[in-house]
């Protein structure tokens, strides 16, 4: 058998704790050959004795390894290197809130940018907390970097950005291996990655850039579902309320598009929800109304189809939030970087 002190070299200056050094020597060592399939290792009371660390350090690294499937115990007969393919590869786990066409966006430009020496697994929380818990402690440990778009939601059914337990369970995340996307939280200081809109200023911003097309209609209409089953940020109505304040336009947010909703001349709707939209759009034809000359409306978030139809939209650039997280850990960057927002001038407006 392997002296494994060989091998594997445990830096006592270093701020990384030990079982981590472990963990990747082991797998360096196995990657560039030192370490064969089927090579039988150390028990963990000799790994022990052999590099003077305590048992409790390598039984912790041993279990990494093994939910890493880069070592496996055979009852009677000790650890052994196993049969895996996918040792050199990067293990990324990307907890994401829920199953959009924006998020996936998101999740497939980060998958395209990281490149094919990772492997990306996701898994959809729903916005809820005991679940997105459960699955942080099933999966802990076993990978390399964890991607989190932090959404959640209240009892009442209105949004958070980080519960108090979602805190104290991504506080134990080495920073360099946290990587948040999409939503601010003030947790980063400046450790770990985020990468993020800014939900009130960007919807302000975005609409002030558009104010003079904006300013034609007398009354601004947010749709904006204040309970759903995925929420959405309190700080967007904040942005919108504060823009219209600002330039004196009357104000009404509206929680939904009713099959019967009173519509007006010289109102402009900012919607929210892709089906408000579908609706908005069905009663303007059935009423003969001209979108964008009678009554005008901006989509929160872009889509293609958007574009096609005309439709104004103030949005993120979601391409390049997936590219920039995944850029970041390839390049060993830490800090936080804001995605910018724009508003989209089409035809609606």
């Not at 028990?43 to 390894?65: C, G, H």
């Not at 980060?110 to 997105?132: P, R």
């Not at 872009?302 to 939030?321: A, E, H, Q, R, Y």
């Not at 970041?328 to 989209?344: A, R, T």
């Amino acid at each position: 058998m392997m002296e494994i002190s060989e091998y594997v070299k445990i830096d006592e200056g270093s701020r990384e704790a030990k079982y981590q050094q472990i963990v990747k020597s082991i797998i360096h060592n196995v990657v560039i050959g030192n370490l064969v399939i089927d090579q039988k290792i150390p028990s963990i009371n000799n790994f022990s004795e052999e590099l003077y660390v305590s048992r409790d350090t390598v039984e912790k690294a041993y279990n990494i390894l093994k939910k890493r499937q880069v070592i496996a115990s055979i009852r009677g007969k000790g650890f052994y290197i196993a049969k895996t393919k996918l040792l050199s590869k990067v293990k990324i786990l990307f907890l994401v809130n829920k199953l959009s066409s924006y998020k996936m966006r998101v999740y497939n430009s980060f998958v395209d940018a990281i490149g094919t020496n990772s492997i990306v697994d996701l898994h959809i929380y729903h916005c809820d907390e005991s679940l997105f818990l459960n699955l942080l402690d099933k999966h802990k440990s076993a990978y390399d970097y964890y991607v989190v778009m932090p959404h959640f939601k209240t009892e009442k059914q209105e949004h958070t950005s980080m519960p108090q337990r979602v805190y104290e369970a991504l506080n134990k995340i080495s920073k360099n291996r946290l990587i948040l996307l999409d939503n601010a939280t003030g947790y980063n200081n400046n450790q770990s990655i985020t990468v993020y809109q800014d939900f009130e200023k960007d919807v302000y911003n975005a609409l002030k850039s558009g104010v003079n097309k904006i300013c034609k209609y007398n009354k601004i209409i947010l749709v904006y579902p204040k309970k759903a089953a995925y929420p959405y940020p309190k700080k967007i109505p904040s942005g919108v309320r504060k823009f219209c304040l600002e330039h004196y336009l009357d104000f009404e947010i509206k929680d939904t598009v009713h099959d019967d909703i009173a519509l007006k001349k010289g109102e402009l709707y900012i919607i929210i929800e892709e089906t408000d939209l579908v609706n908005f759009i069905r009663q303007i034809r059935e009423r003969d109304y001209t979108l964008g000359e009678d009554i005008g409306v901006i989509s929160y978030n872009d889509t293609p189809l958007k574009n096609v139809f005309g439709i104004s939209v103030v949005s993120t650039d979601f391409k390049m939030m997936g590219e920039k997280g995944a850029k970041m850990i390839l390049n060993k960057e830490k800090g936080d970087f804001k995605v910018p927002f724009n508003f989209i001038d089409r035809a609606s407006v």
